[in-house]
C-alpha cells in the first residue's frame, strides 16, 4: 500500500466507513495499520465505532491488540462504556485478566461505573480480586467511585476490598 492509501484508510476508519475500509483492505491495506501509536482496529474501538470493529476483527485484526503503552482494546472498550464492542470482544476471546499499567478490565470498567460491561467481565471469568498498583481491586473502585450497581453484585460475587 501507497502512503496514500495509508491515508485513506486511516480517514475512512475516523469517519466510521467501514464499506470504504472493507474496500481498501480487499485492495491490500493492512487491518492492523499503525497510526499515531495505535492500529486502525485500536481507533475504531476508541470511537465506539461498532460495525467497523467487527469489520475490522473479521478482516485480520487481532482480538488483543494494544497500543503503544500497551493499553488492550478490551481495556478500551471498558473505560470508554462501549458495552456492546467489549461483549463482542469477550465472545471472540480477548484475555479478559491481562494487566496494563496494573489494571485490568474489570477495574477498569468499574472504576469508570460501566456495569453492564464488568457484569460481562465477570461472565467471563475475570478475577475481581486482582489489586492495581495501589492494591485496589474492582470492588475497592466501584465503592470509592459510589457505583453501587457494581459494587452490589462484586460483593455478592465474593470479591474483596
Known amino acids: 500500500m501507497s502512503w496514500w492509501s ?5 480517514s475512512a476508519v475516523r469517519k466510521n466507513n467501514a464499506a470504504e475500509v472493507e474496500k481498501l483492505i ?3 491495506a493492512d487491518p492492523n495499520k499503525i497510526d499515531n501509536g495505535k492500529t486502525i482496529f485500536m481507533w475504531s474501538v476508541e470511537k465506539g465505532h461498532t460495525d467497523l470493529a467487527r469489520c475490522l476483527l473479521g478482516k485480520g485484526a487481532n482480538v488483543d491488540d494494544e497500543d503503544r503503552a500497551g493499553r488492550t482494546v478490551l481495556i478500551t472498550a ?5 458495552t456492546e464492542i467489549a461483549q463482542f470482544l469477550l465472545e471472540k476471546g480477548a484475555k479478559v485478566n491481562r494487566l496494563v499499567d496494573g489494571k485490568t478490565a474489570l477495574i477498569t470498567a468499574s472504576a469508570k461505573g460501566h456495569t453492564e460491561i464488568a457484569q460481562s467481565l ?3 471469568a475475570a478475577d475481581m480480586n486482582v489489586k492495581d498498583g495501589d492494591g485496589w481491586t474492582a470492588l475497592r473502585w466501584a465503592t470509592s467511585k459510589e457505583h453501587t450497581e457494581i459494587a452490589r453484585f462484586l460483593r455478592e460475587s465474593g470479591a474483596e476490598e
Do not use: I, N, S, Y
Open 6 to 10: 495509508d491515508r485513506k484508510l486511516t
Open 122 to 124: 465477570l461472565e467471563r
Open 26 to 28: 480487499l485492495e491490500g
Open 78 to 82: 471498558a473505560e470508554k462504556g462501549h
